[in-house]
């Protein structure tokens, strides 16, 4: 008989879990551990809905493997002490695993991977959060692709993987000390009143498949309208791993078959959003300092504005601007926000209030139960026009000919700051009269947005001037 270890990560489901489906082929009894993390109170990258989420995500997870014969094994601390411990404990011969896309996962792995060696115990990591890795698509010099256009025709021509197995059955495992299942006072934390989906491997097919029933072949028409259900709703899923990417992807094509004109096309751009997710793995894994600095070289030491009373209003939804408000009100409350405004609110904070990317970056990462470290990051360097575009800091959006656009009748707004619900839609998308409140309580907008505009190009064509003028020289 030979026991191995499978460490769950960012993969919580017994369907088409590739490191698992390797661990249960080659092992009679295979160890299912989670390993908690240690940290107390507030983190950079994490906060209370998110890790309200994962626990609820951990206890189906545990309810799954009871049903298959197993039990899910949970210790805490640093994760390659605790991997050490029960390999020593069990008798452990391996370590099966799926690779981490983010630089602290793989950092987390290069020490694995070292203690594995001092151990003499097999490591095998696996590629199963993406469809293709970080080497897998890559331009005609072998390099990484720096702007998505190219990248995704490149992307599309590579044959995908297929799903692979489910798990229905596994050995009972060795009697082994666990720690009770997680609650927020594992992190010290406190639940919040958010409205959080329902968790687990069953939820996140549910909603895939109902997505793939009618919307999806709308996507490309309703996908922008934040008052409307038109988009999948699955994305805390592909996050932390209750559904396979190459199911989502499987499914996809099948439903593909089905269909052609408009409807193909919709589904299509939907399959481009999942090349995107891809995309910005890649800029990660090949460029890590873009946590830390702008990806564009020529926008790095931008002179940022540091008003924590106004990013507090900005994070509050209390910025008098409703179709940011509404957002911003919206991921509170919800621990979601509609994509098209999460841009529309980005650009707001660093192209109206001037403020850092970071540290909407790290809001957004601490309330968005699908925050994924490289889409959140590519997302706020793309909207404050330092990130992977050919022309990135024109683009400035208009929050309120975007409200008008994409929420013309207020619904979103009216839904997400019901204090506004009596006011007629024109009078959301618009200006109001100097130091005329839409409704009492209601802020007035904290800035102009056509000053501010101006003030934003001003500021990035001069640091792009100076920046040149300094590798001139």
Not at 136 to 157: D, H, I, N
Not at 210 to 228: K, T
Request: hydrophobic share 40%; with cysteine; charged share 25%.
């Amino acid at each position: 008989m030979t026991l191995a270890i499978h460490w769950f990560r960012r993969d919580l489901r017994l369907t088409d879990n590739t490191a698992l489906n390797a661990a249960v082929a080659a092992h009679s009894v295979v160890v299912p551990v989670y390993i908690l993390s240690a940290w107390k109170g507030q983190h950079r990258w994490t906060g209370a809905p998110r890790q309200q989420f994962l626990v609820d995500c951990l206890a189906s997870l545990s309810c799954d493997l009871s049903a298959a014969g197993s039990s899910l094994l949970f210790r805490q601390g640093d994760a390659v002490e605790e991997l050490e411990t029960l390999v020593r404990e069990s008798g452990a011969t391996a370590i099966y695993t799926n690779r981490d896309p983010d630089p602290f996962g793989r950092a987390v792995e290069k020490r694995l991977a070292t203690m594995a060696a001092r151990l003499g115990v097999r490591l095998h990591l696996f590629k199963d959060a993406a469809l293709h890795e970080r080497d897998e698509v890559l331009t005609g010099s072998a390099s990484p692709f720096r702007v998505f256009t190219p990248y995704s025709k490149a992307w599309a021509k590579l044959e995908k993987p297929l799903p692979g197995a489910t798990i229905t059955r596994l050995a009972p495992s060795p009697k082994l000390t666990s720690l009770p299942q997680p609650t927020l006072a594992t992190w010290g934390l406190k639940a919040e009143d958010v409205l959080l989906p329902e968790a687990g491997e069953v939820a996140a097919n549910a909603r895939l498949e109902r997505f793939l029933e009618h919307a999806v072949f709308s996507y490309g028409e309703r996908r922008d309208i934040p008052s409307v259900d038109g988009t999948s709703r699955i994305s805390q899923d592909l996050r932390f791993g209750l559904l396979s990417i190459r199911k989502v992807y499987a499914r996809l094509m099948e439903r593909a078959r089905t269909v052609d004109g408009p409807r193909a096309q919709s589904l299509q751009i939907y399959i481009n959003e999942l090349c995107w997710r891809e995309f910005y793995f890649q800029v990660l894994w090949n460029k890590p300092e873009v946590l830390d600095w702008e990806y564009s070289e020529a926008f790095r030491g931008l002179p940022w504005t540091r008003d924590n009373a106004a990013f507090e209003r900005w994070c509050q939804g209390q910025t008098g601007f409703p179709i940011v408000d509404a957002g911003m009100r919206q991921l509170l409350q919800t621990g979601f926000m509609h994509n098209r405004v999460r841009m529309i609110v980005a650009m707001f904070l660093t192209k109206d209030l001037h403020q850092d990317w970071r540290a909407g970056e790290q809001w957004f990462m601490q309330h968005l139960l699908d925050g994924e470290i490289a889409s959140n990051n590519g997302g706020w360097q793309w909207s404050a026009g330092t990130g992977t575009d050919a022309a990135p800091y024109f683009r400035i959006q208009n929050p309120w000919t975007q409200g008008l656009r994409f929420d013309a009748e207020g619904t979103y707004n009216k839904r997400w700051v019901p204090e506004l619900k009596l006011i007629p839609a024109a009078r959301l998308h618009q200006p109001p009269s100097p130091g005329l409140r839409l409704v009492p309580g209601y802020p007035l907008p904290m800035v102009d947005h056509a000053t501010e505009r101006d003030a934003a190009l001003s500021c990035y064509k001069k640091h792009l001037e100076i920046t040149r003028s300094t590798i001139a020289n």
